[in-house]
């Protein structure tokens, strides 16, 4: 079973919106209850279309790249997962894994339904790794589906669990950015800069480094003496921070994007997001035609 989290609208796409608009069109049992269930049918079925058209053209327009030579920006990402650092420990069952979203439900007192109690998800970052690289997956905000699913009931109460498991490839979609040496935008002058900056807060180390006469100004060829060992001490900041190694990470797209976290493959995840766009297009015609119907045959 899928579960699409994060966004709410992205639950239209595999949630049953449209069977309980039915349900409530037979519990009515009135010609304009049955309007406003076929419109609202509609609209609901418009919008999961939309929604699942548009995954479907992110998930399959968007190549699959390598870590190890991904471009900055709006990538795809398959590789092997692992936790970073401790691996997330899943609340109700303890077991390790990378993602883990629970949900606890009380039995009505009506033994009719359930309610839910409590529930949350993790967020905690993990790792990504294909063999030519390994990326930081942030899942804040994500929408993430997962085929691992756990549920069991003990007396009243249901637990449910959705998990990634570090056993799992995982299918990303999102902003890859890589932080480190290699993309150091700090120029050796916005050093330069920083450097004399703060010499400048401390003036007493400043003038007692500096000030050759002791007159308690620095002239023009003190200054150019301050400056030249600014200039080297940059320098060795600059070298410092270009041999810093290079971290990758698989963020939110600060553009809206899609960001999509799975343990699905790429070609199940296209032939699901295929399969509800035609569903979601079959009941909006299907609403459309039942509505036009029922307008031109009133009941008399």
């Known amino acids: 079973m899928l579960v699409s989290l994060k966004r709410e609208y992205a639950q ?78 899943a ?12 949900r606890l439900e009380k039995r009505n007192s009506d033994n009719k339904g359930w309610h839910t109690v409590e529930q949350g998800e993790t967020s905690a970052p993990f790792i990504i790794d294909d063999g030519t690289g390994r990326c930081v997956v942030d899942p804040e905000h994500a929408e993430i589906l997962t085929k691992h699913k756990d549920s069991w009931t003990t007396g009243d109460l249901r637990y449910t669990e959705w998990k990634l498991l570090d056993i799992d490839d995982i299918y990303t979609l999102g902003e890859f950015k890589t932080v480190g040496g290699s993309t150091l935008s700090t120029t050796h002058e916005d050093l330069v800069k920083d450097v004399l900056s703060e010499w400048k807060m401390n003036n ?57 976290i799975s343990n699905l493959d790429h070609e199940a995840l296209a032939w699901r997001y295929k399969l509800w766009t035609w569903l979601h297009l079959a009941i909006l015609f299907g609403s459309l035609g039942t509505l036009g119907w029922l307008l031109q045959n009133p009941p008399s």
């Open 91 to 102: 609340r109700y069952s303890t077991l390790p894994c990378l993602w883990c979203r629970h």
């Open 12 to 89: 239209l796409v595999t949630s049953g919106g449209q069977l309980l608009l039915l349900f409530v069109g037979f519990k009515l049992e009135s010609y304009t209850g049955w309007l406003w269930c076929l419109g609202a049918m509609a609209l609901v079925s418009l919008f999961a279309w939309y929604s699942a058209l548009h995954r479907l053209r992110m998930v399959s327009g968007t190549p699959t790249s390598r870590i190890g030579s991904a471009a900055q920006g709006y990538v795809e990402l398959i590789g092997q997962g692992e936790p970073h650092g401790n691996p997330v420990i």
């Open 204 to 260: 007493d180390d400043l003038l007692k480094r500096f000030d050759l006469n002791n007159n308690g100004v620095l002239e023009m060829q003190e200054w150019m003496l301050a400056r030249s060992a600014a200039k080297r001490e940059a320098e060795k900041r600059l070298n410092e921070l270009r041999a810093q190694p290079d971290t990758n990470f698989m963020l939110r797209p600060h553009d809206g994007r899609l960001f999509l």
